[in-house]
Structures are given as structure tokens and as C-alpha cells.
């Protein structure tokens, strides 16, 4: 009912910059919230930006400053720019949406997941 793609993973040195996207599609009415988590090897998947309708953000501390998520509400869409680059940002990079189906029913979805291998 609702896909979600992801692009822009790709190997990157410390210090670098990468810009990923997620575009929603499907029998979407509105888009509640959309965010993006991460699960490197042997850990759990983890918060690292979320925005929401009224484009409030939320950032896990340990990319404060960093990473940003955005959106285009026309395409369904949702960014993250992230800069300086880390090692500890290895990981594999999800997209996750809460949206409000046409039917009325409202549900969370989650994208494939693209790598962002951060190596010198």
C-alpha cells in the first residue's frame, strides 16, 4: 500500500558529505511523519531524524549539528544532508514514514535500507 525508495547511499570518507532520499508512494491521503533510522553491525536500529507534518525536527545527539532532514511535501519526499562524516556513522540507513492511507488507516512503513559505508 505504501513503498518507500531510498537512494544516495554510497562509500564516503571521514569528513564527507552524502545526501540521501526516500520518496513515498502508494494510496497515500497525507504523510503524518517521516524519519530516518540506522542499524550498523550487530546493533539495534536507531533514531537518527525525524520531521513531521509541521516540519518540527528531532535529531539524535550524536548527529546534532551535522545531518539534516527535509522534506518536499509535493513529491513525498524526505532528505537527509549529512556532513562530517564519522567512522561511527557506518551503518545501513532506513526510511520510515507514518502515513494516512485514502481508506482512512494510518501505518508505518519502512524503506529497504541503503548502505553508507564511511571508510578511508
Known amino acids: 500500500q505504501v513503498q518507500l525508495v531510498e537512494s544516495g547511499g554510497g562509500l564516503v570518507q571521514p569528513g564527507g558529505s552524502l545526501r540521501l532520499s526516500c520518496a513515498a508512494s502508494g494510496s497515500i491521503f497525507s504523510i503524518n511523519a517521516m524519519g530516518w533510522y540506522r542499524q550498523a553491525p550487530g546493533k539495534q536500529r536507531d533514531l537518527v531524524a525525524t520531521?513531521?507534518?509541521?516540519?518540527?525536527?528531532n535529531y539524535a545527539d550524536s548527529v546534532e549539528g551535522r545531518f539534516t532532514i527535509s522534506r518536499d511535501v509535493a513529491k513525498n519526499t524526505v532528505y537527509l544532508q549529512m556532513n562530517s562524516l564519522k567512522p561511527e556513522d557506518k551503518a545501513v540507513y532506513y526510511c520510515?514514514?507514518?502515513?494516512?492511507?485514502?481508506?482512512?488507516?494510518?501505518?508505518?512503513?519502512w524503506g529497504q535500507g541503503t548502505q553508507v559505508p564511511v571508510s578511508s
Open positions: 520531521i513531521t507534518s509541521d516540519v518540527s525536527t
Open positions: 520510515n514514514a507514518v502515513v494516512t492511507l485514502h481508506t482512512g488507516i494510518r501505518l508505518a512503513s
